[in-house]
């Protein structure tokens, strides 16, 4: 490790790994910061009879952070390849409209479909079809089915999918020399696929950035930015060392550790440590969590058989009403490993499990159950199906450190987004219906109105001027030359559908743009921006 470089990143999810990989391919030397750990072919966590050991970003620096604020729960991934390691691989580009409002001058799908063409080459992304090797699993055809039977099947998509549709389980290298296997529809994708199916940021961008030089600092995490002469200070905590600080400086640094990660270490450097003073009073702004939301159908009549296939396979696109009034959401069949089955039952409505379990004694009984049926070898249950939905909230959240305490907290208004929410959960029942199941929700929706997001987008967003956002329309913070958000922080409204196939094209834009900056290339491109080429877009006329 040096001491400076010419670009920091911080951060190695879709924005980081994007900025990483192009820095270095412009000859920019470079080093990338993440907090998690690397994790290779059968690395990923599977302790099924301890949740915390390995798993969770608090016990130990695991996969998976979860973090309950009081108005929403946050689900992020700490990894070397970020929120890629544990996403569902989905890879759909906004429909136009929602480049109309809220985004800055410059933005459109025709300005961004050459970007989504690139990340769409890059992550070898493609739906899933009957031709695949292991042809279209059983709950993709029961999505079509109860499409035509809610009266949606001219609203039913196959998205595209980060996933290696190649011999299943048969290791090959991929087109950037990285090892990979084909997909064996273990139903893992969301647990860190064991198998390198899943077509994630390491086994691409990440591989690429290496192979050019740049440093790649796992298990470091940046703390604070502060001034350094013409550029910037990062200072990180190195977990692998004790948790002992370094620092290293650069002329620019690229913040893509994730929507609330990065608002929260700029609200830290404004409020707390007073390093960047000048950052603008809209941070913390227009946090969205995507319209997120979590349901269940219990007891179907036939086989969902949930654990076999990628997680997910489908989707169907709801859009009602005009104006203020309108309501916009995509819904997708979910998938979880087969071990996930047996305690699942725990929220399955003509069970009775729930109503019998203290909500303290909900984890433990979960773990009572998981023991329980591993032992006996219990088959999964496969009458169960998941419900994702995701769709066009307010974006009218705030992220903010307490004036006390100095913690995150998140405030979202449930009260303003109820017509979204109660879109998917109607949509939800009427699914589960068609299936001849029982639909069930997230226990903390249906107790306490609290979404889950998984989808964090805003808090650091993109503007026409610091009045009305954290960056310009290229990620550059206003009064910070240097500085930049490449991640979905800087989005600045909810995509509505799955966000990361945007944050990967926006940041496809806006690194190009920050490189011929940077070197005085007005030319600059992507090298293998001559080899991506249009594809087919799942959404279209809808």
Not at 92 to 107: E, K, N, T
Not at 201 to 230: F, H, K, P, W
Not at 417 to 435: F, H, K, P, R, T
Not at 451 to 474: E, I, K, R
Request: with cysteine.
């Amino acid at each position: 490790m040096r001491s400076s470089y010419d670009a920091i990143v911080i951060g190695s999810g879709f924005g980081g790994a994007v900025a990483g990989c192009r820095l270095a391919q412009a000859g920019l030397s470079v080093a990338i910061l993440e907090r998690g750990r690397r994790y290779g072919r059968g690395e990923f966590p599977r302790n099924w009879d301890n949740p915390a050991q390995g798993w969770l970003w608090a016990a130990g620096g695991g996969l998976f952070d979860v973090r309950p604020f009081g108005a929403m729960t946050i689900v992020q991934g700490a990894g070397w390849g970020g929120g890629s390691l544990i996403y569902a691989n989905v890879h759909l580009r906004a429909p136009q409209d929602v480049f109309q409002s809220g985004w800055p001058a410059g933005y459109s799908r025709a300005a961004l479909d050459p970007y989504y063409d690139l990340v769409a080459w890059m992550l070898d992304i493609a739906p899933i079809t009957a031709s695949s090797h292991l042809g279209v699993p059983p709950k993709t055809q029961w999505m079509k089915t109860a499409a035509e039977r809610v009266g949606r099947e001219a609203r039913l998509c196959y998205p595209n999918l980060a996933v290696d549709f190649s011999a299943p389980g048969v290791a090959h290298r991929n087109k950037f020399d990285v090892e990979q296997s084909g997909c064996t529809y273990c139903g893992e994708c969301d647990i860190g696929c064991n198998v390198l199916a899943k077509n994630t940021l390491d086994l691409n961008y990440l591989a690429i950035a290496e192979r050019r030089g740049a440093a790649t600092l796992a298990q470091c995490e940046a703390v604070r930015i502060e001034r350094d002469g013409g550029g910037y200070r990062v200072i990180f905590k190195n977990h692998a060392a004790g948790g002992a600080e370094a620092a290293i400086s650069a002329r620019a640094v690229f913040l893509c550790a994730g929507a609330v990660n990065s608002t929260e270490l700029l609200l830290r450097c404004r409020d707390q440590f007073g390093t960047l003073p000048a950052l603008s009073a809209r941070l913390g702004e227009r946090y969205s969590g995507n319209g997120d939301f979590l349901a269940f159908a219990f007891n179907a009549a036939m086989p969902f058989a949930p654990s076999h296939g990628p997680t997910i396979t489908t989707g169907i696109v709801c859009d009602r009403g005009a104006g203020a009034e309108r309501v916009w959401f995509i819904f997708e069949e979910g998938g979880y490993p087969k071990e996930i089955a047996g305690p699942l039952q725990v929220l399955n409505p003509t069970g009775g499990w729930l109503k019998t379990i203290a909500d303290d004694a909900l984890e433990s009984a979960l773990r009572t159950l998981a023991r329980r049926r591993i032992a006996a070898g219990a088959p999964p249950r496969d009458d169960t199906a998941v419900f994702l939905a995701m769709g066009r909230d307010r974006a009218n959240g705030t992220l903010a450190l307490h004036p006390l305490t100095r913690t995150l907290e998140v405030r979202w208004d449930v009260a303003s987004n109820a017509a979204l929410y109660a879109a998917e959960q109607q949509l939800s029942i009427d699914v589960a219906g068609a299936m001849g199941g029982t639909a069930a929700f997230n226990p903390l929706w249906q107790r306490l109105k609290r979404p889950v997001s998984v989808h964090n987008l805003g808090g650091c967003v993109m503007a026409d001027d610091a009045g009305h956002g954290v960056t310009d329309a290229g990620g550059a913070v206003f009064g910070y030359p240097g500085l930049y958000v490449l991640d979905g922080g800087a989005l600045p409204a909810a995509t509505g559908v799955n966000p990361s196939h945007t944050i990967a094209a926006v940041a496809e834009r806006n690194i190009e743009a920050a490189i011929r900056k940077l070197t005085g290339n007005p030319a600059w491109r992507a090298p293998e921006a001559a080899d991506a080429r249009p594809i087919a877009d799942p959404l279209a006329g809808m």
